[in-house]
Nanobody
Framework: QLELVESGGGLVQPGGSLRLSCAAS????????VGWFRQAPGKEREGVSC???????MYADSVKGRFTISRDNAKNTVYLQMTSLKPEDTAVYYC???????????????????????WGKGTQVTVSS
């Protein structure tokens, strides 16, 4: 019954904006930590942003000030609003949940991401002119 489904990816020009959605089922996004991650070709998967059950939000330095994570408890969905997009933001973006621990937070500082407990399939974001 557990499921995370990402949507909203696509092709945008540098400086443009895009909003990603992560629709969850089988658990409440307001109860656990949920994070956004990304992986570009030839690179390791990296943490982008996290939102905790207490609504604390955290960001990697590379996206701070440009991306905003939020959630809609009624829709059981977590969002990532991306603005001022750069070509280096091009990657597959994944949503994942952490039942207990601090893997998501540590991943924002180049820590390992595979301690996250359940992953979606990802959505492609391409920033190019």
């Amino acid at each position: 019954q557990l499921e995370l489904v990402e949507s909203g990816g696509g092709l945008v020009q540098p400086g443009g904006s895009l909003r990603l959605s992560c629709a969850a089922s089988g658990f409440g996004v307001d109860i656990y930590t949920v994070g956004w991650f990304r992986q570009a070709p030839g690179k390791e998967r990296e943490g982008v942003s996290c939102i905790s059950s207490s609504s604390s939000t955290m960001y990697a330095d590379s996206v701070k000030g440009r991306f905003t994570i939020s959630r809609d408890n009624a829709k059981n969905t977590v969002y990532l609003q991306m603005t001022s997009l750069k070509p280096e933001d091009t990657a597959v973006y994944y949503c994942a949940v952490e039942w207990y621990g601090s893997t998501c937070i540590h991943s924002l500082g180049n820590g390992p991401v595979y301690g996250m407990d359940y992953w979606g399939k990802g959505t492609q974001v391409t920033v190019s002119s």
